[in-house]
């Protein structure tokens, strides 16, 4: 019986790993193509796809690494990522201009990209040893630079500077993970709460043009 507990116990942690490399991995295919999608928009070469797709893909969580003093960041110590980057600019370089809509496109896969990164993130963190505030934090970091790098080298309005609910969704994501840790809830079922709650809030916003209140000038006394 022990050992039957002890194969099941086994068998669960690997499942909850392997979900959260999937997830991983498909936050940066989507945060790459979203890269590669704004290279196409500028109509850059194939270096610019590539170059787009990698900071994008892979700045968030650089930058999340670095503060925590993850060294090498997880790109040296895995070259797989930098090159399904290079992939993913490679396959848009040829494939773009199917889609009728790019900038539609760009912001949806951006959006799956928010909502998976700013969970595996905070997970990451968490696991690192960072509190619960300082892994939120994180997630929110992971989730949004490399969008922010992206808008920058394209010469784009950053999306973090529009209207629309866009740091709101990451840090929701972020919140619900490390509450649902925090309050014993299993990683398989943490993850996708987290993810739902990013991705449903950004997705309405982008629908229904959300926003929060903004600040707006007033005469001083």
Same mark, same amino acid.
């Given at each position: 019986m022990q050992y039957l507990q002890n194969l099941q116990a086994f068998l669960t942690i690997g499942l909850i790993e392997d979900? &959260? =490399?999937?997830l991983d991995w498909?936050? $940066?295919?989507?945060?790459?193509?979203? *890269?590669? $999608?704004?290279? @196409?928009?500028?109509?850059?070469?194939?270096?610019?796809?590539? +170059? #787009?797709?990698?900071?994008?893909?892979?700045?968030?969580?650089?930058?999340r690494d670095t503060v925590l003093g993850l060294t090498p960041v997880f790109w040296i110590r895995q070259p797989a990522y930098l090159l399904v980057c290079v992939g993913v600019a490679c396959l848009l370089f040829f494939t773009a201009h199917i @889609?009728?809509? =790019? +900038?539609?496109? $760009? +912001?949806?896969?951006?959006?799956?990209?928010?909502? $998976?990164?700013?969970?595996?993130?905070? @997970?990451?963190? #968490? @696991? &690192? *040893?960072?509190g619960y505030a300082a892994a939120i934090a994180m997630g929110v970091i992971s989730a949004t630079f490399g969008g922010i790098i992206r808008d920058m080298i394209a010469g784009e309005t950053p999306v973090i500077l529009s209207h629309e609910i866009y740091v709101t969704a990451a840090l929701l994501g972020a919140s619900v993970y490390a509450g649902c840790m925090a309050f014993g809830v299993q990683r398989p079922l943490a993850l996708p709460a987290g993810f739902c709650a990013a991705f449903i809030l950004r997705a309405a916003a982008m629908s229904r043009g959300w926003s929060l209140p903004r600040y707006k000038p007033r005469p001083g006394r």
């Amino acid at each position: 019986m022990q050992y039957l507990q002890n194969l099941q116990a086994f068998l669960t942690i690997g499942l909850i790993e392997d979900a &959260a =490399r999937v997830l991983d991995w498909v936050g $940066l295919v989507a945060f790459a193509a979203t *890269g590669a $999608l704004a290279a @196409s928009r500028k109509q850059m070469d194939i270096a610019g796809f590539a +170059l #787009l797709a990698t900071v994008t893909g892979i700045g968030g969580d650089t930058l999340r690494d670095t503060v925590l003093g993850l060294t090498p960041v997880f790109w040296i110590r895995q070259p797989a990522y930098l090159l399904v980057c290079v992939g993913v600019a490679c396959l848009l370089f040829f494939t773009a201009h199917i @889609s009728h809509s =790019r +900038l539609k496109l $760009l +912001l949806w896969f951006d959006a799956i990209g928010l909502a $998976l990164v700013c969970v595996t993130g905070t @997970s990451i963190a #968490l @696991s &690192a *040893g960072a509190g619960y505030a300082a892994a939120i934090a994180m997630g929110v970091i992971s989730a949004t630079f490399g969008g922010i790098i992206r808008d920058m080298i394209a010469g784009e309005t950053p999306v973090i500077l529009s209207h629309e609910i866009y740091v709101t969704a990451a840090l929701l994501g972020a919140s619900v993970y490390a509450g649902c840790m925090a309050f014993g809830v299993q990683r398989p079922l943490a993850l996708p709460a987290g993810f739902c709650a990013a991705f449903i809030l950004r997705a309405a916003a982008m629908s229904r043009g959300w926003s929060l209140p903004r600040y707006k000038p007033r005469p001083g006394r």
